[in-house]
Each structure stands twice: as C-alpha cells, then as structure tokens.
C-alpha cells in the first residue's frame, strides 16, 4: 500500500491559512516586544525589572486563558469564539500603542496575553475539526510557518521598528494586521456549531490548571532572572504548582469526562509521548533561540538587526522541511520523523559547542541550515500526534493539554538555558575577579585591562558554548518520549 498523503482541497487549505494569519501578530508580538525593553525603560521612566513585568504577566495571563478555550469551543460557534479573541488581541494592541506609562501597559498586555492564549489553543483545535486528525501533519506544517517566522524575523521587524520609528509601533503594528484577520474569518472561515451548548462550565478545573500553570511559570521566570533553581521564591511556585496539580488530579478523577482535561486522554501513548516531548523541546528550541541571538551578539559584535539576519539561514532550513515533515507525518506517522529530526538538529547543535568568535560565518550558516532542517520536524510532528486517536469530543481538551505542557516547557527550556550561561558567567568572573585582584596572572600593569577584558569575553564564550552542549543533549532526551509516537508503517505493511 502506497504510504503518500493526500492533497488536502483546497478549500481546507484556505481556512488553514485564515487561521495561520490570525496566530501571526500574537508570535509576532511576544518576539518584537524583547527589543523594546530598554526604550521602554527609558519612555517610561521605569526599570528593566518593572518592564519585564510587560512580558511575564503576558504570559501568565496566556496561561489562565489556555484551560478557558475547551470550554467556550463546546459551549458557541468556534468562529465566533476565534473572531472575539482577535477583536481583543487588536484591542489590547491599541491600548498598548497607547500606553502613557508602564502600570497601563502591563494592564494592556495582560489583554494581549489572554487573547493570544485563546488564539493558539483554538488555532489547533479548529484545524483538527476542519481536516480531521489523520492530516494533522500536513496541517501543523501549515500551522508551523508563523512558529517559524515569528521568532526569527520578530527580532529583525522589532529592531527595525525600534530604529526608525518608536517602541509604540511594535504594537500598532498589530491593527492591520488584526483587521485583515477579522474580514477574512467573517469572509471565508466557516462556523463550527457547539458540541455541547448544555456545557457547564468546570469552574474549580479551570481555575486549578489555571493555577498550576501560572504558579509554575512564574517559579521558572523568576529561576530565569535570578540565575538560580534553588531561590526560595522559584521553590515556593514551583512547589505550589505542583501541589495544586494534584488536587487538579483528584478533581479530574471525580469529574471524569465532565473535567476541563479528562484523564482519560493520558491513556493514549501517542499523547502521552508528544507532551513529554513537547516539555523538552522547549529546551532544545526556545532555548537555541535564545543563545543563538545573545551568541551573534556578545561574542561576534552584531548589532540587534544583523544578529537577527544572521539566522534566517536555520529559517531556510526550517521551511525546506516544513512541508515534507507534514506529509511524511501523515503517512508514516510521527515517530520516525521526530526520531531522524532530531539526529539532525542534534548534528546541526553540537558543534556550536567549539564555534567561537574567529569561526568563519559561512560555516556557521551551513550548520544553521542543518539545525534548522532538523528543528523543522520536531514540534510540529509532537503537536500533530497529540491528536492521534482522539475524538472529535476529546480535540478540544487534548489541544489545551498539549498547550500548557508546550507553556510550561518553552517557559522552562528558556529559564534552564539562561540559568546555566548566567551561572557559569558569574561563577567564572567571581574567580578571575579574585585571582585577578591577588595577582595570581602576573600581567604588566599596560597590558592588564587588555588581558582583563579578553579573559571576560572567553568566559562568556566558554558559558554560550555549555549552553548549546546542553541544548544538543536535550535533543538526543528526546529520543525516550518518541518512542511512544505513532508508527503508521507497521500497520501498512500488515495490510
């Protein structure tokens, strides 16, 4: 039996795009708005820990909205449902655009971040209802180019933005965008009628996942900032998190079917494999995404553009295999396609382990591509087989389920990632910075302020190059939670 996928119509192409444009200005957004943080420290006469704030409680305001999504798909029409979270996506855009101080735009952005953990979580969902599972990847293949585009030309647009005009327009940006979106939901997407009108609400789940998950991201932030997993505030979130989870377990067992996320979805290993590796991957993806622009930066003196520039060779990669991981996923199902990803993002990581200042870019790019090949077919085969023998019923719960572990884990892989280069950086400096003031290196004293900041830049080298180490690693962890992923080619070849 032949193993190609079929075409998908056209017509199911064009409301996937409909949706893929409505997803674009929320990643968008949550990239360009990092570049911003020094204008905004300055505009508004604040300090990089208040303004931070802009990003965290976005967020966690995404991770409140997430468990509210299953919910309102069963209970109205998810074309109004996806239409009213980008009316308020625009409308907290403007309000954004329009901050007069930073206490108004963290409340902005709060609106922001609950509309775009409406908009992701639907996206998924809806796609699923519109082709069925079976073209899952060839959908999330669609799905990925705003995944793929958003992180790395966000950087640019912002830097871009930023440079020529002001930090309000990072969010301006967003109304036409919003707009475009809104007349083309009303025009070409179909309604998708409730499941269950009668749907009670399942208040305390909602609230208690809600709980868990912005308990736990917040833990994680705050271990990012401090450099440290073991600080008494990350350990009291954390810990809380946790603790809220099993009283969300408890609650879903006595709920059953009726719960926000029944645990009767952790019975499919196909789930259960796909949201263990989503968790990792958020290491091996967000966190590479991290490193890389910090690496161009600090250590080869790009400016904030050309660093962003400097990755669209892993963009290309990423797009080469975008449409044949979805085709591949849909007819070999996901394992062996997570499985060779990630030998190849592994192969396109590793020798970021040696790369240093004086290596030359054209080698660096090659590498990029190979990552991002490889990076290309991981999430979004994980994301396709989070819904492989689901029914329509359950789609809505599965794609929260499969949102908060990719919430939680993009959260964790970043905080691990910076955690470890700010905790070598500083362990390092701490002890040249002492043996330097003993005299331990023995340099003249015309020489020393040259030898000083020389030996600095290696430690931060050094620390960027342990970070990619643990980044190609966490690939490789992978390779445990695949194993559960679907495998299509046995049951072709059986028939």
């Known amino acids: 039996m032949s193993t190609k996928a079929q075409k998908l119509p056209r017509s199911v192409m064009t409301v996937a795009w409909v949706l893929v444009l409505g997803a674009m200005a929320p990643l968008l957004d949550s990239t360009m708005i990092n570049i911003a943080i020094h204008n905004?420290?300055?505009?508004?006469?604040?300090?990089?820990?208040?303004?931070?704030?802009?990003?965290?409680?976005?967020?966690?305001?995404?991770g409140i909205a997430v468990p509210f999504s299953?919910?309102?798909?069963?209970?109205?029409?998810?074309?109004?449902?996806?239409?009213?979270?980008?009316?308020?996506f625009a409308v907290g855009s403007v309000l954004s655009a329009l901050s007069p101080n930073i206490q108004w735009l963290i409340g902005a952005r709060v609106i922001q971040g609950f509309a775009g953990g409406l908009i992701i979580p639907l996206l998924t969902t809806l796609l699923v209802q519109t082709a069925g599972a079976a073209a899952m990847g060839q959908m999330m293949a669609t799905v990925g180019l705003p995944m793929i585009l958003g992180p790395l030309f966000g950087p640019v647009l912002g830097?871009?933005?930023?440079?020529?005009?002001?930090?309000?327009?990072?969010?301006?940006?967003?109304?036409?965008?919003?707009?475009?979106?809104?007349?083309?939901?009303?025009?070409?997407?179909?309604?998708?009628?409730?499941?269950?009108?009668?749907?009670?609400?399942?208040?305390?789940?909602?609230?208690?996942?809600?709980?868990?998950?912005?308990?736990?991201?917040y833990?994680?932030?705050?271990?990012?900032?401090?450099?440290?997993?073991?600080?008494?505030?990350?350990?009291?979130?954390?810990?809380g998190g946790l603790l809220v989870l099993v009283f969300y377990i408890i609650w879903a067992a006595l709920r059953k079917e009726k719960a926000v996320l029944p645990l009767n979805l952790f019975t499919h290993a196909s789930f259960n494999g796909a949201g263990l590796g989503l968790l990792i991957a958020g290491t091996v993806l967000n966190g590479a995404m991290l490193l890389l622009p910090l690496f161009f930066q600090d250590v080869r003196g790009m400016t904030v553009m050309t660093a962003g520039l400097a990755l669209i060779p892993q963009g290309v990669g990423m797009l080469v295999s975008r449409t044949l991981t979805?085709?591949?996923?849909?007819?070999?199902?996901?394992?062996?396609?997570?499985?060779?990803?990630?030998?190849?993002?592994?192969?396109?990581t590793l020798?970021?382990?040696?790369?240093?200042?004086?290596?030359?870019?054209?080698?660096?790019?090659?590498?990029?591509?190979?990552?991002?090949?490889?990076?290309?077919?991981?999430?979004?085969?994980?994301?396709?087989?989070?819904?492989?023998?689901?029914?329509?019923?359950?789609?809505?719960?599965?794609?929260?389920?499969?949102?908060?572990?990719?919430?939680?884990?993009?959260?964790?892989?970043?905080?691990?990632?910076?955690?470890?280069?700010?905790?070598?950086?500083?362990?390092?400096?701490?002890?040249?910075?002492?043996?330097?003031?003993?005299?331990?290196?023995?340099?003249?004293?015309?020489?020393?302020?040259?030898?000083?900041?020389?030996?600095?830049?290696?430690?931060?080298?050094?620390?960027?190059?342990?970070?990619?180490?643990?980044?190609?690693?966490?690939?490789?962890?992978?390779?445990?939670?695949?194993?559960l992923l679907t495998n299509k080619m046995n049951s072709k070849q059986a028939s």
């Open 40 to 62: 905004l420290v300055h505009d508004l006469n604040s300090s990089v820990t208040t303004v931070q704030w802009t990003i965290t409680c976005y967020l966690l305001a995404t």
């Open 70 to 88: 299953s919910w309102l798909l069963n209970k109205f029409n998810g074309k109004h449902v996806f239409l009213a979270g980008e009316v308020l």
């Open 219 to 239: 833990g994680i932030v705050k271990a990012s900032k401090l450099a440290n997993f073991t600080n008494q505030t990350t350990l009291t979130f954390l810990g």
């Open 326 to 348: 979805g085709r591949l996923t849909d007819s070999i199902g996901a394992k062996y396609v997570v499985l060779v990803s990630l030998l190849i993002t592994f192969v396109g």
């Open 351 to 483: 020798p970021f382990y040696w790369f240093d200042a004086h290596t030359a870019y054209w080698l660096i790019a090659a590498v990029l591509v190979v990552r991002g090949v490889g990076a290309g077919g991981i999430l979004m085969p994980l994301m396709a087989d989070a819904y492989t023998g689901m029914s329509h019923q359950q789609v809505p719960a599965a794609s929260i389920g499969s949102r908060i572990i990719q919430n939680v884990g993009s959260a964790f892989g970043s905080a691990l990632i910076a955690t470890i280069v700010t905790a070598y950086s500083n362990a390092h400096v701490k002890t040249f910075q002492q043996q330097f003031a003993n005299g331990h290196f023995h340099i003249p004293a015309v020489q020393q302020a040259t030898f000083a900041r020389q030996h600095l830049v290696a430690i931060r080298l050094h620390a960027f190059q342990y970070g990619f180490l643990v980044t190609a690693i966490a690939a490789l962890v992978i390779v445990l939670p695949a194993a």
């Open 159 to 217: 830097g871009i933005i930023i440079k020529y005009l002001s930090w309000h327009w990072i969010f301006w940006v967003n109304v036409p965008v919003g707009l475009i979106s809104i007349l083309l939901i009303l025009w070409k997407m179909p309604d998708y009628p409730a499941q269950n009108k009668a749907a009670k609400m399942d208040f305390v789940g909602i609230i208690l996942l809600a709980s868990t998950t912005t308990s736990m991201i």
